[in-house]
């Protein structure tokens, strides 16, 4: 059975001797970055800090830092598979409005079982935060010159305008203040796509920020795939089972039941702003 959850994965790695817990206080302010540095560096282990200083939340890092976390995480040692999988759709003649038009690709309604499951509620439904703040989870602070604290690892859910086809991708984000942060996408990614055909009509995009999804999730966000094709339902298909979703409560989004936690807001083109400095690699 695939990997449902970011706890999951987490007792999975720990049962391989693939993550060690820190229960010491450590500092989301340049210290947890600097640590995992130097365990990246190193082919260390994913690091749990089960005690960051200030928060409630566990902070975990180097998750998928190996080849054997990657095959821990997708079940699978056959990366050639998923990455034929991706050559193949992209030969696909894709229809905008997938799932009205399925029965037109033979080759994709044989995947049925990879489809999201769209349900009323699930785990990442549980707690509601009606008064949100940044302050309240622990985001790293990289390097000393940064200009703040940035979310590096969060999946941003937008949906194209138009065809209602679903994207996920991993955009640099800064805290500005407890409910402000920038969005940095680049003019090629998808989500700065669906921001430019919304700005068209509206001066807003409906954006969702994902933290700790399961591991075919985080990997549909980052890998390339065709045009036109949904990033859950290549999620699905990376991991031979359809996520489960739930509509997100503020914003005219879909995301997964399984996530950790939820961030709901939005892209205002109106207020822009310079980002950085930044260490980046």
């Known amino acids: 059975m695939p990997i449902d959850d970011i706890r999951q994965f987490t007792e999975e790695l720990e049962k391989a001797g693939q993550l060690k817990r820190i229960k010491?206080?450590?500092?989301?302010?340049?210290e947890i970055a600097e640590i995992l540095r130097r365990v990246s560096y190193t082919n260390g282990p994913a690091i749990l800090f089960e005690n960051a200083k200030g928060y409630e939340i566990p902070v975990l890092g180097n998750a998928f830092g190996s080849i054997k976390r990657l095959e821990i995480g997708l079940e699978t040692a056959e990366f050639s598979e998923i990455g034929q999988r991706i050559a193949d759709m992209t030969k696909m003649e894709i229809p905008a409005g997938i799932f009205n038009k399925i029965r037109k690709l033979p080759e994709l309604s044989k995947m049925s079982e990879s489809f999201p499951k769209l349900e009323k509620s699930g785990p990442v439904t549980e707690i509601v935060n009606e008064s949100p703040s940044f302050d309240k989870i622990?985001?790293?602070k990289s390097w000393p010159k940064d200009a703040g604290k940035f979310i590096?690892?969060?999946l941003v859910a937008t949906k194209h305008p138009e065809t209602g086809v679903r994207n996920l991708?991993?955009?640099r984000i800064q805290i500005i203040d407890s409910t402000h942060a920038l969005m940095h996408w680049q003019k090629h990614k998808r989500g700065a796509a669906h921001y430019d055909i919304s700005k068209e009509k509206?001066?807003?995009i409906d954006a969702a920020i994902i933290i700790g999804g399961e591991p075919a999730t985080v990997f549909s966000a980052i890998a390339p795939v065709p045009e036109g094709l949904d990033k859950?339902?290549?999620a699905g298909i990376t991991r031979k089972k359809g996520i489960r979703t739930v509509k997100c409560k503020t914003v005219d989004l879909e995301v997964p039941a399984n996530a950790e936690m939820v961030l709901e807001g939005y892209v205002d083109s109106t207020d822009i702003r310079n980002e950085g400095p930044f260490g980046d690699h």
């Open 232 to 234: 859950y339902l290549f």
């Open 138 to 140: 622990p985001i790293l």
């Open 169 to 171: 991708g991993v955009y």
């Open 24 to 30: 010491t206080e450590v500092d989301t302010n340049l």
């Open 202 to 204: 509206d001066k807003k």
């Open 152 to 154: 590096t690892f969060g």
